[in-house]
């Protein structure tokens, strides 16, 4: 079973053991560079383990650190994690064409120069009834809201290409900016690749603010903003007639998948920062273990080949991770199915299915980690 460790660039370590060196084996980093060069049998593995240790407790610092919180919200399927793994350079959390593929609450770290960007990736903003429906976590319900009380800044991300959602913005959303008026936030119209009529950009932007800009009206077209009331019943009442939020500092348009346009907003993100003490190490790159990484896409991977409702109900189990002699990860991950029919399914014909997730997500991870991954995916029924 692989340690609960934090995934960091480093160029010096490259492996840490998974031995039990006490419970502050579950706090290390793991390296994704370069291979310490051989030493004598433990000497390595313990210069990596205080190494590893030492870059957990005690961030590098520049002569003036600025940092900046960034919570990235938005209703289920407005492409979070996709913006996120743009701004990190590299793919950390899992994606998916179905909602709440993002289960719980995950950082990325992106430092430049003197700068460190702390990006807060929240699951959609949902309720009660469809936590039940989709058989979700609890936490669900409860880390997005957790996570903005620490941001210092709030992204609020709009699917554009949604018509259901790109002229209205989704009601928890709402209650989350009213619940925290003093945090500054920007609203991003994302996948803006997918709108034909462009034009309908700055229709959709009147809307979504209320034709109200960093407290300037647009000159776009007349936009009442509905009555606030004192009361919070009321205040309900009035956010669940209200299209869009009146106190957005400024509004992005972007694909995010576009390189040139997330580099647009992480300049803004840099900007924004303020001074400030780095909360981690200048190579670390999320707070995920290697073993929620690979079972975040290997989730990834049954929502996008599943239907319906089978990949929520199924379970997984890491059953071996293991470096090889040529420096590759082998990782065997059981997969539990609810049904014999969702069995069946995750197998498909001739186990070609499951042979399929197992080859795309071991690419995926080699691209995380660095190195070949030897992905084995097998499937047993949940008693």
Known sequence: MPCHINIIQVSTINQLPCSPAGSEVTEMLISLQETLPAAEEGGTHLSSLLLALLHQRHPDQPDNPKVLKVAII???NAGKSTLSNQL?????????????????RALGVLTEDDTQIILLDTPGLTTVSKVKRHQLEKTLLVDPWNTVKEADLMVVLVDVA???MCSRLDLEVLKCLAQHPDTPAILVLNKIDLVKAKDRLLDFTAELTCGVVNGRRM????????????KSKEQLKALKSQQGWPHFKDV????????DDVETLKSYFMAAAKPGSWQYHSEVLT????EE????????KLLEYLPQEVPYSMTQSVELWQEGESGELDISVKLYAKKDTHMRMVIGTAGQMVARMAREAGEDLSHVFLREVKLKLSVKLRK
Request: hydrophobic letters at 35%.
């Open 74 to 76: 938005g209703a289920p």
């Open 287 to 290: 707070d995920q273990s290697p």
């Open 162 to 164: 949604d018509r259901w």
């Open 219 to 230: 000159r776009i077209r007349p936009v009442i903003k509905p009555p606030w009331a004192e």
């Open 293 to 300: 990484v690979c079972t975040n896409i290997i989730r990834e």
């Open 252 to 259: 992005f348009m972007l694909s995010s998948v576009d390189r």
């Open 88 to 104: 990190l350079g590299r793919k950390v959390f899992a994606v998916s064409k179905k909602v709440h593929t993002t289960r719980s």
